[in-house]
């Protein structure tokens, strides 16, 4: 996975087996360096992925209410009688 970039769902595979393995070796320092700096990317980039897709899923949802020609009216804030 080094030359392409990973799906949502690869990075989170892979993320779930860094954690797996850091939990369950007690090795190399060096080896936890760069498993924790492979995390953070993963980390990082699943967070990007989930933002872009609320942008989308936003977008999408206000391109219905516009063909829709009509968004529900806001509640007034009055009293009743």
Known sequence: MANKE????????????????????SGDVDV????????????GFCKERL???????????SGLEDEAGETEPEPEDEEPF
């Open 6 to 25: 990973p799906t949502y769902g690869e990075a989170v595979e892979e993320l779930e087996r860094i954690i797996s393995q850091i939990e369950e070796e």
């Open 51 to 61: 933002r872009a897709t609320e942008v989308e899923v936003q977008k999408a949802l």
């Open 32 to 43: 936890l360096t760069e498993k924790v700096k492979r995390a953070t990317f993963l980390i």
